[in-house]
């Protein structure tokens, strides 16, 4: 039997201790009481911060809302079925957040920044917590920027400018989804990154806005952020939240960014059933009493920066859904409350074929002609003017049938101005070309034309003006402004086109 000296017994013993590793790691850990719906109920937690993300088995994360006496309640992110009671939780000590940067720009992810197009991993060091204060009154700067929708009713009557929050209202069906998508696809060229966030649509509703995106060559200035019906509520709730945070890092790099929430109708339906599953007390229509302020703390978030961040803007374009054209019910009304003016968009405009079925009475943009350029701002005067004239004088013309010149001539120009703010989808208008035609109508120069021939008239304009004056929409652009001169040349293409115009329907007819 090999003799253990005393000696080497020491020195093993010696050894074990000099590499023995003092560093102790410590994991506060908790364990689930019960779970359901969605939603987990866990024990031993007594640190965690509110909005914290929580770890769990089956690469499930939890997300802490509840922060009781005794327990914490945590929405469960991801197939919460697999979690049963006695599980693991344990804290990360990092607010929710999601992957930021150039990385995302042309992808489709999940609400928590994960790619869900094929088209490999998102590789992004940057991560921004999807839940930021709102900059300050000191930190923004007025919004006087306009941000082109390339619709002729909205950049005449409701302009947006940058770092705006302009809401898109209306019952379904009545094109909220198309004048969004107009929105992103005339920005084509420009310096605007845009987000879109659908929220509780159909997989396949978002499969086509992707594919029209796609077709237009827009998705390689896009991000679009799905969280489906099919999605469970936490998702669509941190969707347009994780949004606003991608938009964030544009806004503050000095760069300009506008994010569409399609829908917050859908939103605070989902922020109502987490709510009711973690027992808060229901308010009125059984949205917990806090719904004002989910919508509110995500609508704030939009600004035009001030110089020394940078200069950057976030422009905000909420979407909302509508019962039976009910712009009174609960969550439209709060939502209008936060927002700088609403886009109306009606069922009866649609069905009669005003397409986009702007209603101009009910519309407004409570940052007017600041986000206009000059040139606009001029000439949509008028155009507001003869239309709200044209609405009252319609209403009142449905009862006399004799009615007098000047009345006649009104309701004339009403409807032929009503024919010219007409569009098709995704065919979005350059604003020297929506000048020219406003001019046009307002101008008087096609009073005389029967209305079928005023989209024509319209369309062999703008070719008219691209060949033989180019001029007139160049210096539009850069001057921004009508000046004389420029009044004087508009006129005179105007008038040498409707004689040309004219003389062509004649010999077509």
């Known amino acids: 039997m090999a003799q253990i000296k005393a000696d080497e017994i020491t020195k093993i013993i010696r050894e074990q201790i000099e590499n023995f590793d ?26 965690v911060m509110a909005g914290e993300l929580l770890s769990l088995p089956h690469d499930v994360a939890g997300l802490a809302l509840n922060l009781e006496e005794d327990q914490v309640s945590a929405m469960l992110l991801g197939d919460y079925t697999k979690i049963k009671e006695g599980d693991q939780v344990k804290r990360t000590n990092r607010i929710m957040s999601v992957p930021v940067g150039e990385a995302l720009v042309g992808r489709v992810v999940d609400a928590l920044g994960n790619p869900t197009d094929g088209k490999g991993p998102i590789i992004s060091e940057k991560y921004s917590p999807i839940e930021r204060i709102a900059p300050g009154v000191v930190e923004r700067q007025p919004v006087r920027e306009p941000l082109q929708t390339g619709i002729k009713a909205i950049d005449s009557m409701i302009p947006i400018g940058r770092g705006q929050r302009e809401l898109i209202i209306g019952d379904r069906q009545t094109g909220k989804t198309a004048v969004a998508i107009d929105a992103i696809l005339n920005q084509r060229g ?82 109502r059933e987490i709510s009711l599953l973690l027992r808060r007390p229901p308010g009125r229509e059984a949205y917990p009493g806090d719904v ?44 209008i409350s936060i927002t700088d003016g609403q886009i109306y968009l009606e069922s009866d405009l649609f069905n009669s074929g005003v397409r986009p079925a702007v209603n101009a009475g009910i519309s407004v943009s409570r940052v007017g002609g600041n986000a206009q350029i000059k040139a606009m701002k001029g000439i949509a005067g008028m155009l507001r003017l003869e239309m709200a004239q044209f609405r009252e004088l319609a209403a009142f013309a449905q009862f006399g049938s004799d009615l007098d010149k000047a009345t006649q001539a009104q309701l004339n120009r009403g409807r032929r101005l009503g024919e010219i703010l007409k569009q098709d989808q995704y065919k979005p208008l350059p604003v020297e070309k929506q000048i020219a035609i406003i001019f046009a109508g307002t101008g008087g120069y096609l009073d005389d034309l029967p209305i079928n021939q005023c989209l024509p008239f319209e369309q062999a304009l703008y070719e008219f003006m691209d060949t033989s004056y180019p001029s007139v929409g160049k210096q539009i652009v850069e001057k921004k402004e009508i000046t004389d001169s420029l009044r004087a040349e508009m006129r005179k293409m105007l008038d040498e086109f409707k004689v040309k115009f004219v003389a062509e329907s004649k010999a077509k007819a």
């Not at 779970?35 to 987990?40: E, I, L, P, S």
């Not at 803007?313 to 039976?324: R, W, Y």
């Open 22 to 47: 003092r560093s102790v790691t410590v994991a506060e850990v908790g364990s689930v009481i019960s779970v359901g719906d969605g939603v987990a109920r866990i024990h031993g937690l007594d640190r």
């Open 190 to 271: 420009g310096d605007v990154i845009c987000i879109y966030v659908a929220i509780g649509q159909k997989r396949s509703t978002i499969a086509q806005v992707v594919k029209t995106l796609e077709e237009f060559d827009a998705m390689k200035f896009s991000i679009v952020i799905e969280a489906g019906s099919s999605d469970p509520a936490p998702m669509q709730f941190l969707a347009p939240y994780a949004g606003c945070a991608m938009g964030e890092y544009f806004r503050d790099s000095g760069r300009h960014a506008l994010c569409i929430y399609d829908d917050l109708s859908k939103h605070a339906v989902a922020y």
């Open 292 to 335: 004002f302020y989910v919508h509110s703390r995500l609508l704030e978030r939009a600004a035009k920066v001030s110089k020394d961040l940078g200069g950057g803007s976030l422009t905000a374009l909420p979407i909302i859904e509508t019962q039976a054209s009910d712009v009174s019910a609960y969550i439209p009304t709060n939502v």
